[in-house]
Every structure is written in C-alpha cells, then in structure tokens.
Nanobody
Framework: QVQLVETGGGLVQAGGSLRLSCAAS????????MGWFRQAPDREREFVAT????????YYSDPVKSRFTISRDNAKNTVYLQMNSLKPEDTAVYYC??????????????????WGQGTQVTVSS
C-alpha cells in the first residue's frame, strides 16, 4: 500500500505561483508512476499531470501545459507540482495519486491506484 500526503496549497493571486508537494511512504515510491489531479466545485475530478517512475517521462493536460511542471525526487520520496501563472480557473482541491509499476503515464492519468487526501488551491483575481 502507498500512503500519500499533499502539502503546499493555499491562497494566491492570479499570475502568482505555488508549489505542491506529495510525500509518499514506503520503498516502492521509486518504482511507481505518480500524478496530480484536481477537482473544482461541482466539477468532476480531472487529470493534471503524471510522471514515470524514473522521472524521465511526463504527461500534462492541455489546460496546464506551459504553466505547470511535475517532478520527483526519489531520494526524498516526494513528488512536486510547480504551478506558475495561476488563473482563477485553477482553483480546486489538488490530489496526489500513484499508479502501479506496470502503468504508463497515460494509463495513470486514466486509472490511478492510490490517492492522497487533497490540498486546497485558491486563486483570486
């Protein structure tokens, strides 16, 4: 089992930046793909970005391309989401997710296996 804990959410003005962190438990972290999802009020949860176990392959949704960057530090068992040029429409609860060792980054975007508790990101205008 993989346990995930997100931190770094908060309130930021439009155009600002935030960095979310996701701390994962266990030595399996370095062998599994990871991802970020978000859910705005009265909206379905949507894929944001995923990253391969090695960090060498990433996959982004169209709304966040060129603004968000997913990365990981396996030595620290941590995945990051750097969010720049934030817009009010980015306001949502952001969830860290993990896949299985056999999943591609595209597969994790569709069918993640584990979830964190979520952290609120609010972008004001």
């Amino acid at each position: 089992q993989v346990q995930l804990v997100e931190t770094g959410g908060g309130l930021v003005q439009a155009g600002g930046s935030l960095r979310l962190s996701c701390a994962a438990s266990g030595r399996t972290f370095s062998s599994i793909p990871m991802g970020w999802f978000r859910q705005a009020p009265d909206r379905e949860r949507e894929f944001v970005a995923t990253i391969s176990w090695s960090g060498g392959v990433t996959y982004y949704s169209d709304p966040v391309k060129s603004r968000f960057t997913i990365s990981r530090d396996n030595a620290k068992n941590t995945v990051y989401l750097q969010m720049n040029s934030l817009k009010p429409e980015d306001t949502a609860v952001y969830y860290c997710a993990a896949g299985s060792a056999l999943q591609s980054v595209q597969a994790v975007a569709v069918n993640p296996q584990y979830w964190g508790q979520g952290t609120q990101v609010t972008v004001s205008s």
